[in-house]
């Protein structure tokens, strides 16, 4: 079996079919890379910058191409060895531009593409090809975005979720209130008796074995972002209430700012979503930056690299949980990683999600009791027919970014 070509798929689609969640986004792009061979088989993967800059990556792919076409695979050889080359290839090649960020970000759906054709060719589920599922089921939660108020609608939200199967759930720091952002304050004090007073109303209302998660959101903060002592009054506010992780509290370059804040609570602290390859995750390794670290595996360089990144912090008897906003591809390369890594706590699934998620995923995700079940269809279980790229055409600037003077966001 040859390569014969590398495409870059481009989509745009609704965000999701949560009625709560389009309160804060309408429309979302991804972009997916196939690897086409002189056979059947086609292999694809997602690159999570497609959510947010697609109209790059299809120059980066083009980059990579000639390093894999013409490449003959064998259904013998072992997949593991010859992806890693073919990663290393690339990898070497971007040296001077992709050891961390976009190139490796695009680089990750490329990779994903040959493990999903690796599976698809041995009739085996990636996972199997990572060594095997080493859970017979992961816990899962519905990541909700904002907090939706007044506080009988974010009830409303919370409901909605649970009456999805979800036995635990993730809402974002501050407030979403007839479309207008509040971030909950202006001092620590301000902020910590916010999302105190929040997350006390969600434990009553939900009672006390839902898991419950909140994000901070501080990469991104349209009002501003938390510096280290009001992350810890409010991780302070919530050592009461028994919550599950807390996300993002601070800016995603502050790993210093995360151990001092990891140190200063019981609360565990999540972060590195936005982290590409290994060398970004480092110092947050090195400083004990994270309870629990989130790599996304349409992110971090590639699927082998996330679950470097996952041993890594197994080492130091931390856990991982995995983060998923980019489309279907993205979601069922975190499901597979999930699994094989030893280490995940937790899965990020988003609830009642469109067609970006459900026509790409098809019936590969099975949630049972609220839990995740191993995948078991070849490869990543994805797919991009022709019907998919006819319903989602591509709409230029449909990327989502913080919008500032001068670009505002299509939504």
């Not at 086609?42 to 109209?55: K, Q």
Request: hydrophobic share 40%.
């Amino acid at each position: 079996m040859k390569i014969t070509a590398l495409e870059t798929v481009l989509l745009t689609g609704p965000c999701t079919n949560d009625r709560f969640l389009r309160e804060a986004r309408g429309l979302r792009s991804a972009a997916f890379v196939r690897i086409l061979t002189d056979t059947e088989f086609v292999g694809i993967g997602e690159t999570y910058a497609g959510y947010f800059c697609p109209e790059v990556v299809p120059s980066i792919v083009e980059f990579f191409a000639p390093i894999l076409v013409g490449q003959r695979v064998g259904e013998d050889a072992d997949p593991a060895a010859w992806i890693g080359e073919m990663w290393r290839r690339m990898y070497h090649c971007g040296n001077f531009w992709c050891r961390v960020g976009l190139g490796a970000i695009v680089l990750t759906a490329v990779e994903a593409a040959l493990w999903d054709m690796a599976g698809k060719v041995r009739r085996k589920p990636v996972v199997d090809l990572l060594g095997g599922a080493r859970h017979k089921n992961l816990n899962c939660y519905a990541t909700g975005g904002p907090s939706n108020y007044p506080k009988a609608r974010l009830a409303e939200k919370v409901d909605y979720y649970l009456g999805l199967g979800f036995h635990g759930f993730k809402v974002g720091a501050g407030k979403l209130e007839a479309g207008k952002w509040d971030d909950g304050g202006t001092t620590p004090d301000e902020h910590a008796d916010f999302e105190g007073d929040k997350i006390a109303f969600l434990r009553k209302h939900c009672g006390p074995k839902v898991d419950i998660l909140i994000d901070g959101h501080m990469g991104n903060s349209p009002a501003g972002v938390w510096d280290v002592k009001t992350a810890i009054a409010v991780a302070k506010a919530l050592e009461p209430h028994n919550i599950f992780l807390l996300e993002e509290a601070l800016p995603y370059t502050d790993a210093a700012g995360y151990a001092e804040l990891a140190a200063a609570t019981s609360v565990p602290i999540a972060g590195g979503e936005c982290l590409s390859a290994m060398p970004e995750w480092l110092e947050y390794l090195r400083r004990d930056s994270y309870d629990i670290a989130q790599p996304d595996a349409s992110y971090v360089g590639g699927i082998a690299e996330f679950m470097r990144i996952a041993g890594e912090f197994q080492k130091r008897g931390k856990k991982i949980a995995t983060h998923a906003w980019g489309a279907g591809g993205s979601l069922m390369q975190n499901v597979h990683c999930g699994f094989a890594a030893a280490n995940t706590c937790i899965l990020e699934v988003p609830p009642d999600y469109a067609g970006l998620h459900s026509e790409v995923v098809g019936d590969s995700l099975v949630m049972r009791d609220g839990m995740i079940l191993p995948p078991t269809t070849p490869g990543l279980g994805i797919r991009i027919t022709d019907e998919i790229r006819r319903k989602f055409p591509f709409v230029p600037g449909s990327g989502e970014f913080n919008e500032v003077p001068g670009k505002v966001l299509l939504n």
